[in-house]
């Protein structure tokens, strides 16, 4: 269900000024459009247009954004600087991140759904292959953004979104078991040989009952592999590389240290209660659970941590998967002149992007709010991690892909198939899926 919140101020702008202001911009689950459990509501501004001797007064349509609810304070609160400079009125509704991508593709062609969108940028190759955004002009500020973020958010050399956030995993540490983060995976491993046997060394998801493919990508990448074939233009999703020497080579690696025990069959819960616990050293996972971490009443062990990047490996990256999240304009936008104003004047500021930071720290799209945070070491590292990341691949073909990766995976962190098997099975299991087999 969504929550709304609305805004407007009693300054009004006539029509024919706002248009030259803004430039020429261009034209589920089971949800519904119900009544929002929150709303606040007021009149619309109206413009007053004369033609001749004849005087009509015509309500300027609102600006209606979606977002989750961490995004919507920060939102909101450039609502009444936006309607005293255009004379439209803001409206905010909380709809939850699970299911917006399907409200939106529910609702948005029959015109009831938001003009303005926050979502990830995974989305985008389904969103725009069938015609549900529009492409944004950026106004030559492409500098203002992390250059990996603007890419994602690319379909058909088309700039389809106005990125805010860049996440990606890497591994918390126990300082009170390890005393510095090891630089590679050699100095990882030999750090556990002094650990008590009673401490786990690495966990992360992805095996006992969980199946993970997003956790496990690092080792995919750790010698150069990736899922499809990448080229300045983007994904090739014809082009499947799971099967791959290098593929193999990164689960190899993780074969090995699942045999040598470094490396536990854990799910999610499992592998951070041992690391809250003060029962494993090291940790991979992402900035979310920065607050959990230091939320004494979620965590009660309240461990000493700390945080580093992913250990390299004979001199390679563990490259993880880098998730953006930004702003999509609706093809459906009642105006997208509007809209666009909205997104570079108001959104794409030092001040909204820092804001939005703030209310979900995981990571930022922005370049002068990611310089301001390097003096934060946790911000730092997740950032870091992110610039060494791929972005996840935004091809539609990618849906094929979750499940047999991680379900493959799974198989070989409980031991019941090797590395060759599983990324050869993942590799005919994905092509397959792909072709409608």
Not at 213 to 229: E, L, M, S, V
Not at 293 to 308: F, I, Q, R
Not at 368 to 384: C, G, K, L, M, T
């Amino acid at each position: 269900m969504k929550r709304r919140y609305t805004i407007w101020a009693a300054v009004v702008i006539a029509f024919a000024l706002l248009a030259a202001a803004c430039g020429g911009g261009d034209e589920a689950s089971d949800t519904t459009t119900s009544a929002p459990a929150e709303t606040t509501t007021t009149e619309a501004p109206a413009t007053t247009t004369t033609v001749g001797e004849t005087t009509t007064t015509e309500a300027l349509p609102p600006l209606v954004v979606w977002a989750d609810a961490n995004q919507s304070e920060a939102i909101m609160a450039v609502g009444a600087a936006f309607t005293e400079a255009t004379g439209v009125e803001l409206i905010v509704e909380i709809v939850d991140r699970g299911t917006l991508k399907d409200d939106v593709i529910l609702n948005a062609p029959a015109g009831e759904g938001p003009d303005i969108f926050a979502g990830a940028h995974d989305w985008i190759g389904e969103l725009a292959s069938n015609g549900v955004i529009a492409p944004v002009d950026l106004g030559g500020r492409e500098g203002e953004f992390l250059p990996t973020a603007l890419t994602a958010m690319k379909w058909d050399s088309e700039q389809f979104g106005v990125p805010f956030v860049t996440e990606a995993i890497a591994m918390y540490y126990n300082p009170d078991l390890v005393a510095e983060p090891p630089a590679t995976m050699a100095e990882l491993t030999a750090a556990c040989d002094e650990l008590d046997d009673a401490v786990s060394c690495l966990v992360l998801p992805g095996g006992n009952d969980g199946g993970d493919a997003y956790h496990n990508q690092p080792f995919i990448t750790a010698f150069g592999g990736h899922i499809f074939g990448l080229s300045d233009d983007g994904f090739d999703g014809s082009e499947v590389l799971l099967g791959s020497d290098e593929t193999i080579l990164g689960a190899e690696l993780l074969e090995t240290l699942v045999t040598d025990g470094y490396v536990p069959s854990t799910n999610y819960g499992d592998a951070k209660n041992l690391f809250v616990n003060g029962e494993a050293a090291f940790w991979i996972t992402g900035p979310w659970e920065i607050g959990s971490l230091n939320n004494p009443e979620e965590n009660l062990a309240a461990p000493n941590w700390a945080v580093a990047k992913m250990p390299t490996v004979d001199g390679n990256k563990m490259r993880p998967h880098v998730g953006i999240q930004g702003f999509y304009l609706s093809a459906f936008a009642t105006n997208a002149a509007i809209a666009q104003e909205f997104l570079l004047n108001f959104i794409a500021t030092d001040e909204t992007m820092l804001a939005l930071f703030e209310a979900d720290p995981r990571g930022t799209a922005y370049v002068s709010v990611f310089d301001s945070i390097q003096a934060d070491p946790v911000a730092a590292v997740f950032a870091a991690s992110a610039a060494d990341g791929t972005y996840m691949p935004n091809i539609p073909e990618m849906g094929s892909v979750w499940g047999p990766v991680g379900d493959n995976f799974l198989l070989l962190r409980n031991g019941e198939i090797g590395a060759a098997e599983a990324m050869t099975t993942a590799q005919e299991q994905v092509v397959s899926a792909i072709e409608g087999g």
